[in-house]
């Protein structure tokens, strides 16, 4: 296992699903410890009743059907499927419509999707997944990317309410990746994937939603924000120690 | 399930995940992923055997340099002199040997640590003028520093067809880089690059002059692109993914969510907005 998890630290990103297959295939033992270490690229169903789609993940499943946000259905149709309590449902929704607002401001464009479940300390998880597509066949508005995916997961343990506040903790991961292909640079790929926590204590006179909102939207401007400046950073700075760039381009002598 | 899948993956299939596993191995890493892979297949027969298959591809394929005799070389450990046949003939050597001399002085201009040689791809039997030969240069420089959590390599093939009824030579690049960071992620650079261009067939020392000229100047500007690529990742690029601040500019207004979610209530119930 640890071996395992080894490999994929060093696996192109881009290639998450295809190492991940292999591993299971191999260790079939560990599957369900795989599944849930290993970070994957988020897939997406269709909820026909709303004509909108949701994403998938381990905190929805139950058997082999997936629960959908907005009819609270499960896909496909599932009898005794878990459900939240109807308390949680209200927020769960309350949080969809809220998150759907978020992330179009920060995406132009993607699906989100939110999931609560009541945990086993008298506390609640939620998980918020953000999608988008930024290839400029998908959602890209600037139309530069040959190929952009972003996948973020937020997972976000909410403890019991103590005289008015109470602990957050949140895991959150950003898969990406991103090509761009053109004749005079030929083809720049760069992908990556990264996960951090935080941990808070926070009043909840503004409510759960707030408290978990605004993390929630500091952790990604971080984590945008390290791969943008730090992580590409490296690997850019790796580049001009490989082969500098000089500073005059030697011209040729017309022959 | 998972039963019916591990009774169904044969040896053959083991060994190829495990060559897959070896070859997408990040520059300089391959050692590490090895190591690895052993645990994991579980078979050392199986293990040694898609080593074996991989580790030539994968050395070949990142222009591994291997260290002559006089020094210690871990890659190779035979090295016997080539056969009078095997050598280009005297006229193609001219070229190549004059071609050699001025890449290197490129590289070690260029190139903090890069290795160099110059190969005859074709025509190495070619005694004199009337007919056409082709050189092979072959760059590659590495760098591992896994105590900064960072690995990389650039490597570049160029082929230069010496056309002799055209009286031009043909160049063709391919040039490639990686660079893997992995403090606390994992995050992959991967580029490609081919270009082309001639020049006028001259004489051995001329034509090497003009050829590493040419590969100066691709390899200067291809590195000035991919500069250009980062910098426009944070503006541009970057923000087809996600944008540093929403489309308002400034963060966005959780305390005021009750409110947001009301008038959407009533923008739903007036059937007004989309």
């Known amino acids: ?255 | 399930m998972a039963d019916e899948e591990e009774a169904e993956l044969s040896e053959k299939q083991k060994k190829e995940i495990a060559k897959w596993f070896l070859l997408n191995s990040p520059p300089g890493e391959i050692q590490f992923v090895a190591k690895d892979v052993k645990a994991v297949i579980n078979d050392d027969v199986l293990y040694e055997e898609a080593a074996s298959e991989a580790f030539p591809i994968y050395n070949k394929s990142h222009l591994i340099s291997i260290e002559m005799p006089g020094r210690i070389g871990d890659v190779c450990t035979e090295v016997r002199p080539a056969l009078d046949d095997e050598l280009p003939s005297a006229y193609v050597e001219e070229f190549r040997c004059a071609l050699d001399a001025e890449i290197l002085k490129y590289v070690g201009e260029a190139y903090p640590k890069g290795v160099c040689s110059v190969y005859c791809g074709n025509g190495k039997d070619v005694e004199g003028p009337g007919f056409d030969f082709e050189l092979v240069v072959v760059i590659s420089a590495a760098r591992h520093s896994p105590q900064n959590f960072c690995n990389g390599s650039w490597r570049s093939v160029w082929s230069i067809e010496f056309k002799d009824e055209i009286q031009m030579l043909e160049l063709k690049g391919k040039l490639q880089v990686g660079a893997h960071y992995f403090e606390e992620g994992n995050v992959q650079l991967d580029a490609k690059h081919e270009c082309k261009d001639t020049t006028i067939f001259q004489s051995s020392e001329d034509s090497a002059i003009a050829i590493s000229n040419i590969i100066r100047q691709h390899e200067t500007e291809y590195i000035t692109s991919l500069e250009a690529s980062y910098s426009n990742l944070p503006d541009t690029t970057f923000k087809d993914l996600r944008r540093k601040l929403p489309v308002t500019r400034t963060l966005f207004p959780w305390q005021n969510t009750l409110q947001f979610s009301l008038t959407r209530d009533i923008t739903k119930e007036l059937g007004i907005g989309k």
């Open chain 1, 1 to 255: 296992m640890e071996a395992a998890m080894g490999l994929m630290r060093r696996m192109p990103p881009k290639h998450t699903e295809t190492s991940l297959s292999a591993l299971l295939s191999l260790l079939p033992q560990h599957s369900s410890d795989l599944l849930s270490q290993v970070d994957q690229p988020l897939q997406v169903l269709c909820d026909m009743e709303y004509g909108k789609e949701f994403i998938l993940c381990e905190y929805n499943r139950d058997a082999d059907s997936y629960r959908s946000p907005w009819s609270n259905k499960y896909h496909p149709p599932l009898e005794d499927g878990s459900l939240p309590s109807l308390e949680l449902r209200k927020l769960e929704v309350e949080a969809n419509d809220i998150f759907a607002i978020y992330r179009d401001q920060y995406y132009e464009g993607g699906i989100s999707s939110v999931y609560m479940w009541e945990d086993d300390n008298e506390g609640f998880v939620g998980c918020f997944l953000i999608k988008k597509d930024g290839s400029k066949t998908g959602q890209g508005r600037r139309g530069y990317l040959q190929e952009g995916a972003w996948d973020a997961i937020h997972v976000i343990e909410v403890g019991p309410e103590e005289e008015g506040t109470a602990h957050y903790r949140l895991t959150s991961t950003v898969m990406l990746s991103l090509t761009t292909d053109n004749e005079s640079s030929g083809t720049f790929s760069l992908s990556g994937s990264i996960r951090r926590q935080m941990n808070m204590h926070l009043s909840t006179e503004e409510g759960h939603l707030c408290n978990m909102g605004r993390m929630i939207e500091e952790m990604e401007s971080k984590l945008r924000n390290s791969l943008d400046q730090v992580y590409f950073g490296k690997t850019k700075e790796m580049l001009c120690t490989l082969r500098p760039p000089s500073e005059v381009v030697m011209r040729l002598p017309d022959s």
